[in-house]
Structures are given as structure tokens and as C-alpha cells.
């Protein structure tokens, strides 16, 4: 689940953004964003306070992941920087509109708890809905421009969300936490994940077996060692995991 919202977000913003991401974390969902300061790090900090699991999407290298923050370890101990950048490429603006569109593509919904009228996350919001994930909107005060992003969203047709259990029904979730390791148990292994059975492969080489974007297969792969289904072996190959 995406979480995403303005760099400057009023106090409001700041204590949905953490009431969200720690219900959602706690019902083991991982919470993805984009690192960036306000809405952003709260939603990652809520994550790892409630034990949960993040993914934070750079819009520069994961060798120096920008800003700076005090997240960084606990990141790096329970979660993972994303990037498709160089490892030492530095930030540049035109980087951030297209590492939103792996927010979104990393999420089965995108949830916008602040933002200003030409907001970043409307752009996060805009791929979400062309790559067909749900897209839900916090209303916020009339009279507070860090509302009008989310406020025009609702008028586009997103969805109007005031409790996180209401997100955890449509994503087919329970309130109140779930075991992560039991719905993976339940899940079969996609067409992607078979290809490992008995193996350890690159996901070139997977992209090559599967005849899938590299892009895709690096995506569902990520998701899979989130999941715990996969792991990651010295020179980037995957192995999958043992679930009896």
C-alpha cells in the first residue's frame, strides 16, 4: 500500500499519515513511499514503530539515499531502498516525477493523505490509475491548501477514506493484524515464482525465461522478498524460500 502526501504537511496530515500507516502495518501490509520529508517519512516511521515493513522509491541512487533522515538504518534493517537509478546518481527534479510511477506500480492501492493542487502525489496518483490500482483521497479542512490535492482527487473520482480498516476490507484484509507468513502459505506460486523451484536465477534471467518486462519481474521479485516467498543471494540471484 502507497502512502504518500505533501512535504509540508499540517499536523493533522502528519497524525493520519501515522494512524494509517501503523493500522495498515500492523495488519501486515507493507507500507511503500517515497522517502521524501512530511507525509512521506511519517508513513515509513509508523511502519517500523508498529514492527511493520516499508519500501522506500528514490529519486536518486540507493548508495546515498536523499534526504538525509535518521530512518536510514531502520530501513535498511527492515525494509529496502528502491531505485532505478545509479547507485551513486544523485537527485535531480525530473528523477522524482518518474520514480512515482514505481510507487504506485509497487502498490495494489495508493492512498494521498495531504496535498497541495499540483502536488507530487497527484502525479503518483495519476499512474495509479492508469496502471489500474484503486486510488484513495483523506479529505481534509476546506480552508487549508494542503486539502485541495486531495479534495480534487475526490472529485475525479477516487475514493473517500476515514479509517484505515475501511482500506483493509477493499484489499481483503482484516483490522486488528494478520499473520504475513500464513497468507503466504495460502498463496500459490505465480508462473515468475515456479521458475525458482529447485533453482537460484538473476531476474534477467528470469525476465528471459518468463518472457516478462524486466521491470515486472523485478517488481513481483521485490514483493516476493517483502512477502518472504524469495531470497536474495550474494550476486543478486534468487532462491525460493522453503514454505512447508
Known amino acids: 500500500m502507497a502512502v504518500v502526501g505533501s512535504r509540508s504537511p499540517s499536523p493533522y496530515g502528519e497524525a493520519q499519515a501515522r494512524r ?6 500492523e495488519a501486515g501490509v507493507v507500507i511503500v513511499s517515497g522517502y521524501a520529508r512530511g507525509i512521506d517519512q511519517c508513513a515509513h516511521r509508523a511502519a517500523l514503530d508498529a514492527g511493520g515493513r516499508t519500501i522506500a522509491v528514490l529519486g536518486n541512487g540507493v548508495a546515498r539515499p536523499w534526504p538525509e533522515c535518521e530512518l536510514e538504518p531502520r530501513i535498511l534493517e ?13 537527485p535531480r527534479p525530473h528523477h522524482f516525477p518518474l520514480r512515482n510511477r ?8 495508493v492512498l494521498v493523505v495531504e496535498a497541495a493542487h499540483a502536488s507530487g502525489s497527484l502525479i503518483t496518483a495519476r499512474w495509479a490509475a492508469d496502471q489500474g490500482r484503486e486510488v484513495f483521497a483523506l479529505p481534509g479542512r476546506v480552508d487549508h491548501p494542503m486539502s485541495r490535492g486531495c479534495h480534487r482527487l475526490l472529485r475525479e473520482g477516487a475514493r473517500l477514506v476515514e479509517d484505515p480498516e475501511e482500506i483493509l476490507v477493499e484489499v481483503g484484509l482484516h483490522a486488528g493484524g494478520s499473520d504475513p507468513a500464513a497468507r503466504t502459505e ?38 516476493a522478498e517483502m512477502s518472504g516467498r524469495v531470497a536474495r543471494t550474494p550476486g543478486g540471484l534468487f532462491r525460493l524460500l522453503d514454505r512447508s
Request: no cysteine.
Open 78 to 90: 527492515r525494509g529496502v531502498f528502491l531505485s532505478e537509478r545509479e547507485p551513486e546518481e544523485p
Open 186 to 223: 495460502r498463496m500459490p506460486d505465480t508462473a515468475l515464482l515456479a521458475q525458482l523451484r529447485g533453482e537460484t536465477l538473476s531476474a534477467d534471467e528470469l525476465a528471459r525465461r518468463t518472457r516478462q518486462p524486466l521491470t515486472s519481474v523485478i517488481v513481483e521479485l521485490v514483493e
Open 102 to 109: 514505481l510507487i504506485s506500480a509497487l502498490s495494489q492501492a
Open 20 to 25: 494509517f500507516a501503523r493500522v495498515l502495518a
